[in-house]
């Protein structure tokens, strides 16, 4: 079953692959274009890195996202314990249950998240954007992540989240749950337990629809015609703030970083900011921030003449289904015209990442007024400081320098 002359993914955690899986050295194409579905035998995972197999597999009823458990189950007993409420947290969370679970904890959070709740939205995305800048374009240098993208990110789910101004800090640095949990880490239960207490101490207003903060509107509605539990609303509440502040504050660190690298569409993108909702689409195309996905076969499936047996772990390879040129015309080229929406970064199928048009309100704000407002970005450190993981495309740092352009 195995394929050893395949490299496995861990080698993505070694330079130079670790900088740049796409092109400069074309881990990802030279394996896509070999060998599509393999078993690495390392990561103990079928990887699967073609743009239609992806789409398909992320659509299949005979993979399953629910993965949270039985992770859990293979751990140690005192690893089980000590991170049991990160576990609690991330299986009561829609992103990692099927139907009919799934669908009953997606429409906790769905009906909230309409066009008309992003457009108003936006003016807070604006002004947020718009202070942030104030403070460094002036000195003409600043962290893209830290100054930035991070508070920006912050800011904004602390308001959809209704986090109380008491625990707001609680959600500094916030590092990613699903990256904590499979690494096994302890470190951020004693945020996740403060973060719950803050949570309850505001929950009859929330049963009773009293409360005055977003969340409290998002789902006091469901809240009178649907059974959940106070565990399910505070996992939920979490993969908010999980997926709504890390990931997009890296998209927005890498797009920033994929425009410098390629001045032809910053120009473009500054004289043409109409195309910034495209734009955002091809840049986490380009490189998003979460580079796969895992599911769980429920039954044997074949996959381009390759069996996968029942209960094995399927990894869909984001990343590189991205760049697959099958799909995408010269794939490894940035174009802010490109039709891109049908990128899979946010996934396809039930588990359609649900805050994908206010990620894109973010970004698209985000660079238009980092635009708007400076000339010439360019960067201080030649070699990027990435997250030591071959998941998750997270920049610890972006310091730049700029002209003001005022």
């Known amino acids: 079953m195995s394929d050893p002359q395949i490299p496995s993914l861990l080698n993505l955690f070694t330079p130079p692959w670790s900088s740049d899986p796409y092109g400069a050295y074309a881990f990802y194409r030279e394996i896509r274009e070999s060998t599509p579905v393999y078993y690495d035998e390392w990561m103990r995972t079928w990887v699967i890195l073609g743009y239609d197999e992806i789409s398909r597999l992320s659509k299949d009823d005979r993979l399953s996202g629910a993965r949270i458990d039985t992770f859990h189950e293979q751990l140690p007993a005192s690893v089980r ?19 009919p679970r799934h669908t009953r904890l997606r429409q906790l959070i769905k009906p909230g998240l309409t066009p008309r709740f992003i457009r108003e939205m936006r003016p807070t995305i604006e002004k ?14 600043m962290d893209v992540i830290h100054d930035f993208s991070e508070p920006l990110t912050r800011g904004v789910i602390a308001r959809l989240a209704g986090v109380p101004d008491k625990a707001a800090h609680l959600l500094e640095n916030w590092p990613g749950l699903l990256h904590e949990f499979f690494t096994q880490s302890r470190a951020e239960i004693p945020r996740i337990n403060e973060l719950r207490d803050a ?72 004289e043409r900011p109409d195309l910034g909702v495209k734009a955002a689409h091809e840049l986490m195309r380009y490189d998003s921030s979460v580079q796969f996905t895992t599911r769980v076969a429920l039954t044997d499936i074949e996959v381009l003449g390759r069996r996968i047996p029942k209960d094995d772990s399927v990894t869909l390879l984001l990343g590189s289904g991205n760049r697959d040129p099958h799909h995408y015309q010269d794939p490894d080229r940035l174009d802010i015209t ?25 970004i698209d704000v985000a660079l238009r007024r980092l635009l708007e407002c400076t000339r010439d970005i360019r960067l201080v450190e030649t070699q990027p400081d990435w997250l030591d993981s071959i998941n998750f495309r997270f920049l610890k740092r972006l310091p730049v320098t700029f002209e003001s352009a005022h």
Request: charged share 20%; hydrophobic share 40%; aromatic share 6%.
């Open 199 to 270: 949570f309850d101490e505001g929950g009859p207003q929330r049963r009773d629809g009293t409360g005055s903060d977003l969340f409290t509107q998002m789902i006091a509605e469901q809240l009178q015609h649907g059974d959940f539990t106070d565990d399910e609303i505070f996992a939920n509440f979490l993969l908010l703030i999980d997926a709504g502040q890390a990931t997009t504050t890296h998209l927005i660190g890498n797009a920033v970083l994929a425009l410098i690298g390629n001045p032809g569409q910053t120009d473009l993108l500054r």
């Open 338 to 362: 490109r039709r891109a929406a049908d990128h899979l970064s946010f996934g396809h199928g039930i588990h359609y990442c649900l805050g994908a048009s206010l990620a894109v309100a973010e």
């Open 81 to 99: 314990a000590d991170i049991k409420p990160l576990t609690g947290a991330l299986s009561d969370m829609m992103l990692f249950n099927e139907p």
């Open 128 to 141: 947020l954007a718009d202070e942030l800048l104030d403070r460094v374009v002036a000195q003409g240098s």
